[in-house]
């Protein structure tokens, strides 16, 4: 098993960045993929992105261009790293993982079976 622990939301201002970081503990991130997924209230759980065990990144159409994806290896943690937020990117960001092969950097929230308990991101204007 392994166990995350997101860190780094706060309120920024819109056109500002964040940099959201997820510790894992129990397990080698690189074993995983991991991913990031984000609720707004009143919304569906939706996907951000992921990185694959072999580095490969997937992304949202909403955040492609916007945010990146990273992996450290050596201090076995995931970041989001998010420029020109926007307001429509207000919600609680989770830092997922899943240990199974055929998930290669799924945009589907039932395909990850570990979850942090989430950090809030407010982007004000």
């Known amino acids: 098993q392994v166990q995350l622990v997101e860190s780094g939301g706060g309120l920024v201002q819109a056109g500002g960045s964040l940099r959201l970081s997820c510790a894992a503990s129990g397990r080698t991130v690189s074993s995983y993929v991991m991913g990031w997924f984000r609720q707004a209230p009143g919304k569906e759980r939706e996907f951000v992105a992921a990185f694959s065990r072999s580095g490969n990144t997937y992304y949202a159409d909403s955040v492609k261009g916007r945010f990146t994806i990273s992996r450290d290896n050596a201090k076995n943690t995931v970041s989001l790293q998010m420029n020109s937020l926007k307001l429509e990117d207000t919600a609680v960001y989770y830092c997922?993982?899943?240990?199974?092969?055929?998930?290669?950097?799924?945009?589907?929230?039932?395909?990850?079976?570990?979850w942090g308990q989430g950090t809030q991101v407010t982007v004000s204007s």
């Open positions: 997922v993982a899943d240990r199974r092969l055929d998930n290669y950097g799924s945009a589907r929230a039932s395909a990850y079976d570990y």
